[in-house]
């Protein structure tokens, strides 16, 4: 919360930390999030291969099998074919109604 400065920010981080503590672990979870958190923080893939990590991990959730880095990669690479398709529908939508409005 210490870097969130605003009333806005600080509703968008509480509202980020409420939308994390309600997310049910699953294999497919983990790595989604994983995905998220290489894309949103520029982390390379084989973070998973950190040994610190890998202790946190098993800290929190003894036992839990983590992917490997070549896994997270084409995690990412999937969401990412999967997230344009629907940003160019989203934007071939948004260019039609302007054509529409415009006249």
């Not at 672990?25 to 998220?36: A, F």
């Not at 520029?42 to 800290?59: A, E, G, S």
């Amino acid at each position: 919360m210490e870097s969130c400065e605003g009333y806005q920010q600080e509703e968008a981080c509480s509202s980020a930390l409420s939308l994390v503590s309600t997310i049910p672990y699953s294999p497919i979870n983990h790595r989604t999030l994983l995905v998220l958190q290489c894309a949103d923080s520029m982390q390379p893939f084989n973070m998973v291969n950190d040994k610190f990590y890998q202790m946190q991990v098993q800290m929190l959730r003894p036992g839990t099998k983590l992917p490997s880095h070549d896994t997270i990669q084409r995690d990412t690479i999937y969401l990412f074919k999967v997230m344009s398709l629907h940003v160019q529908q989203y934007f071939q939508v948004c260019f039609i109604y302007y054509l529409f409005t415009e006249i």
